[in-house]
């Protein structure tokens, strides 16, 4: 069996390290009696996430890519029901018998030894999990992900600051661009991906590549901001039935809802809490709007007199270049995100002000479509034409058809190795923990 090349394996090494990285720094930054406390019913306590990752790769790695037939003994069987995220709902696992935080590290350290062991040693070996080392970036990506979902735990965790980042750049652009809106002609344009060359740790649910036509439609040139979001506030966007759907409605009201998670009005003005500043809207006001649900972006796009974008709308606004009629990687071309073109990474800690990033906007002139705030889309979650679950169901095809709406354009908490415009996020409509915003679109014929 020949070795992966020298130039695939340091690549794979550098994606897990990198991960690896920001795994530890979120756990380090607070104590454990912090890592183990339950912030929020919606969220694990921050050593589950831990020692959930190095399950991961404990059974999708250790065990799966020795090379050899079949599947080789784990470092923790024994623990493999206690981080099965799909069996033990979040709000019940501080109940189970978890490892504490300094076990729970040492078992990530003992997996990862063994990756690197395998990864130095292995190749395809003709197995499809293996080939151009798809597991490794499945694995990369999957840290990544729990990556994001930690932060998002810091985001609601009570006391002191502990995260410290630089500010975002500033923006020259936007006042320019904030309410403006691009037209994009329609046409047909290749979605999704083959999981080939650049794209080869593409998920299942991106698969295959495929035609789609598209009627034309004017997209925003940028998310919604925050001092757009507080005029609707202040308009009585909350109370005023007329906007909201039935379930919409019914979920604010219930919550006493009335406005995004962290903000509060307090002495004529609002406010937000980001990961334990306060920090007053006006002065974050051309940053997209952050921690709205569907419902609520929704309600503002009715209040605005314009609808959510489609997934498909989304994808074209993002990949597709009408000059040259070719589908690309990224709003800005072929080439793999940088600091200059989106803010990834959790660089910054929050996202930037609209137009702070002009080298990575698409040829329309279509804004921080990568990078930022997650975008909700008015689609449901379904597989592609064509679709076939690898390497198992309960990533994607169990979700399918539910009550799902989909999530686009990764945040300023994503890693560059999952930002990727054909990745496919979604959640409840109920949801606003993450970090999700919205841009607003409308059919062309609504001029």
């Not at 002009?358 to 921080?368: C, I």
């Not at 979650?381 to 198992?392: D, K, M, S």
Request: charged residues 25%; aromatic residues 10%; proline residues 8%.
């Amino acid at each position: 069996m020949s070795r992966y090349p020298d130039d695939l394996r340091a690549r794979l090494a550098d994606e897990l390290a990198t991960a690896r990285g920001r795994t530890q720094a979120l756990a380090d930054a607070v104590d454990d009696v912090e890592l183990t406390r339950q912030h929020s019913p919606l969220m694990s306590p921050l050593h589950w996430d831990v020692a959930h990752i190095a399950n991961m790769e404990d059974f999708w790695l250790v065990r799966r890519a020795t090379p050899g037939d079949g599947v080789t003994p784990g470092v923790r069987e024994d623990i493999d029901h206690l981080y099965d995220a799909f069996t033990n709902p979040r709000a019940g696992r501080p109940q189970l018998p978890l490892l504490d935080p300094s076990e729970a590290r040492a078992y990530g350290r003992t997996v990862r030894e063994r990756t690197l062991e395998i990864l130095d040693a292995a190749g395809a070996d003709g197995r499809p999990l293996l080939e151009d080392g798809f597991v490794y970036g499945m694995i990369a990506q999957h840290e990544q992900q729990h990556v994001e979902t930690m932060l998002a735990t810091h985001q609601l965790r009570v006391g002191p600051k502990a995260l410290h980042a630089p500010p975002p750049p500033a923006s020259e652009l936007a006042q320019e661009l904030i309410g403006t809106e691009v037209f994009h002609p329609g046409g047909r344009f290749t979605m999704g991906v083959d999981a080939t060359g650049a794209d080869v740790f593409a998920l299942d649910n991106e698969r295959p590549a495929h035609p789609v036509d598209v009627e034309p439609f004017h997209l925003g040139a940028v998310p919604v901001t925050n001092g757009e979001y507080a005029r609707f506030l202040d308009d009585g966007g909350y109370s005023r039935r007329e906007l909201w759907s039935d379930a919409g409605w019914d979920q604010i009201t219930a919550e006493g809802w009335v406005a995004p998670m962290t903000w509060e009005h307090a002495d004529g003005a609002w406010y937000r809490t980001s990961f334990g500043e306060r920090q007053a809207i006006a002065d974050v006001a051309d940053q997209p709007v952050l921690h709205v649900c569907f419902h609520e972006a929704d309600a503002y796009a009715r209040w605005a007199g314009r609808r959510l974008p489609t997934e498909v709308e989304w994808e074209y606004a993002a990949r597709f270049d009408p000059a040259s009629g070719e589908t690309r990687r990224f709003p800005w071309g072929d080439d793999d995100p940088t600091p200059e073109l989106a803010n990834l990474d959790q660089r910054h800690l929050q996202p930037a002000p609209v137009g702070a990033y002009p080298k990575g906007a698409s040829p329309l002139g279509v804004h921080q479509l990568v990078g930022d705030v997650w975008e909700w889309l008015d689609s449901g979650f379904e597989g592609y034409p064509g679709f076939a679950p690898f390497p198992y169901k309960e990533y994607s095809e169990v979700f399918f058809g539910g009550d799902f709406r989909m999530l686009r354009g990764s945040s300023f908490g994503v890693g560059s190795i999952n930002a990727r415009t054909t990745f496919r996020n979604w959640d409840l409509p109920i949801r606003r923990q993450i970090f999700s915003g919205f841009r607003l679109a409308r059919s062309a014929e609504n001029a």
